[in-house]
């Protein structure tokens, strides 16, 4: 009896976070936001936030299927090299504003290191801790690489099939 309960709760730990809604993993991102403070090391912070992936059912073109996309938790990570420091940018996804695939860059929450400890989070702090960096208007090269991947998928499924 304690296998058959045994297997059925280990596949769901090994999972992961495959199962939970987006729309879930924003909110729970958000919440988690408040136990952080600054000085926590790298490693406690990816505790709190949690890591792993979800998947975002999201709708590429209107009046077609909606497809599953698998979405990185945390989202992305970049090094900013500023005068005299270098700082480590997390971004985890807080936010989704429509339901076409993407996720833009306002959605997304900054956590900012320095030596591997937070010292601060979210786009203010951002834009003060590194005030030379210009937040892009254009998409970001993530952005446009999926929007491109998608389209393509897309327009594999309407290619006519060929008739035997």
Same mark, same amino acid.
């Given at each position: 009896?304690?296998?058959?309960?045994?297997?059925?709760?280990?596949?769901?730990?090994l999972c992961g976070c495959a199962t939970v809604k987006v729309s879930s993993m924003t909110a729970d991102n958000r919440m988690s936001l408040s136990h952080l403070s600054p000085g926590m090391s @790298?490693? $406690?912070?990816?505790?709190?936030? %949690?890591?792993?992936?979800? /998947?975002?059912?999201?709708d590429v073109v209107s009046a077609?299927?909606?497809?599953?996309?698998?979405?990185?938790?945390?989202? @992305?990570? $970049?090094?900013?090299?500023?005068? %005299?420091?270098?700082?480590? /940018?997390i971004y985890y996804i807080t936010d989704?504003?429509?339901?076409?695939?993407?996720?833009?860059?306002?959605?997304?929450?900054?956590?900012?290191?320095?030596?591997?400890?937070?010292i601060g989070w979210g786009n203010n702090f951002l834009s003060e801790a590194a005030p030379e960096i210009q937040k892009k208007q254009q998409p970001s090269e993530r952005q446009v690489t999926m929007k491109t991947e998608l389209n393509s998928m897309v327009s594999k499924t309407q290619e006519p099939q060929e008739k035997k």
């Open positions: 009896m304690r296998r058959m309960l045994f297997l059925p709760v280990a596949a769901l730990l @790298r490693s $406690e912070v990816l505790s709190v936030m %949690g890591t792993g992936n979800c /998947v975002y059912n999201c077609k299927p909606s497809i599953n996309v698998r979405l990185n938790n945390p989202y @992305r990570t $970049e090094t900013i090299q500023t005068t %005299g420091k270098t700082l480590e /940018v989704l504003k429509n339901n076409n695939c993407v996720v833009e860059d306002d959605g997304l929450t900054p956590l900012v290191f320095e030596n591997s400890r937070l």
